[in-house]
């Protein structure tokens, strides 16, 4: 029996953001600069469902610091949609915003062709976040190995930490956009 090599190689799109953050002087002093003043990285997986709105909101509200950025990822099967691409812009944009004005961090989004659960692990690790923030529906444990999850491969395949936040009442089931 051989074993199969995934490809390295992944398709993306770097999606335009609005520019949000005010333009800083640069800092007068030797000790204010360096690695000391950098943030985190963290990775939230989003799509267009109220399960994913919530793990963002609580992502920016628990754990988002000042300097940080936010790396907003969404799986899709194929980029040349232009119908999901810009639907997606436009959350992404929104969800820029929100993050902008809640924990005033600085927002990267990217949408990635594959698989949910093997381009968010990938994501992770060419970025090397602090946290992997993702939602989930919240099945039973023999649903999601069943059916199959993405929270669930990313909690066994992931490097880096994944939080995985189960929907609140507040979730609703409305979609997002």
């Keep these: 029996m051989e074993t199969l090599m995934e490809e390295e190689e992944y398709n993306w799109r ?25 943030g985190r990285d963290i990775v939230i997986a989003i799509d267009h469902g109220p399960n994913s709105k919530h793990a963002f909101d609580w992502a920016v509200t628990h754990i988002c610091r000042l300097a940080d950025t936010i790396h907003l990822v969404h799986a ?26 809640v924990a005033m961090v600085k927002t990267v989004a990217r949408i990635v062709e594959g698989d949910a659960g093997k381009v968010i692990c990938k994501e992770a690790e ?52």
């Design 14 to 38: 770097e999606v335009k953001l609005p520019l949000l953050i005010p333009v800083v002087a640069p800092p007068e002093l030797e000790r204010e600069t360096g690695e000391r003043r950098r």
């Design 76 to 101: 899709v099967s194929s980029l040349r949609n232009e119908i999901v691409y810009e639907a997606t812009q436009a959350l992404m944009e929104k969800l820029a915003i929100e993050a902008f004005e």
């Design 126 to 177: 060419r970025l090397k976040p602090a946290a992997v923030v993702m939602g989930t529906r919240g099945r039973s444990l023999i649903k999601s190995v069943l059916q199959g999850s993405v929270g669930e491969h990313c909690f066994h395949h992931c490097k880096t930490a994944p939080i995985i936040i189960v929907p609140g009442k507040e979730a609703g089931e409305e979609s997002v956009i």
